[in-house]
């Protein structure tokens, strides 16, 4: 049987986004910071990558598609951080985030991974954002990176 499976380097040549929405900045800096860094640890360059602020992950997905339209991306790794709070906003948010960046992957065919947090608490989110529980935008990041590598594979 052959393996097929992505790698966790880079060639220095990929472009990559990161789409941070910028709502629960406290959170969604910290994981920028992840990402770029397991994107330069793994072998990309700082000239490749492209920050695209928006102001909450409701916005995500029609900036993740304005930006694979534009065809200058070989990949896209989406953050953000969804709080659950009092009313069902919550639920709405991270439905629609998640679905409408399902979406435009689908649609475009290229690697976009998910690191939009949805917690129920601001103590989950600081976790899942360098504390506890390691860095979900370093994590998402490195999901970009091995399915760059595997679609070179599948070529």
Do not use: W
């Not at 910028?22 to 994981?31: A, G, S, Y």
């Not at 304005?66 to 709080?83: H, N, P, Q, R, S």
């Not at 659950?84 to 919550?90: A, I, K, L, V």
């Not at 949805?118 to 979900?136: F, H, L, M, P, Y």
Request: aromatic share 6%; hydrophobic share 40%; net charge negative.
């Amino acid at each position: 049987m052959n393996i097929i499976e992505g790698k966790l380097n880079l060639q220095g040549k990929e472009k990559v986004a990161i789409i941070n929405g910028r709502f629960n900045h406290i959170i969604t800096d910290r994981l920028v910071e992840g990402a770029k860094d397991a994107f330069l640890r793994h072998g990309g360059s700082e000239e490749n990558l492209d920050l695209i602020l928006v102001p909450g992950a409701f916005e995500i997905p029609f900036a993740l598609k304005k930006a694979l339209e534009t065809g200058k991306y070989d990949a896209v790794c989406c953050v953000g951080a969804i709080i659950r709070g009092s009313t069902p906003h919550f639920d709405y948010v991270a439905a629609e985030s998640t679905k409408g960046i399902a979406s435009v992957t689908l649609e475009y065919g290229k690697p976009v991974s998910n690191g939009v947090l949805t917690t129920d608490t601001i103590e989950q989110a600081i976790e899942r954002a360098g504390s506890k529980v390691g860095n979900k935008g370093a994590e998402a990041m490195i999901t970009i990176i091995e399915m760059l590598s595997l679609y070179s594979e599948m070529k």
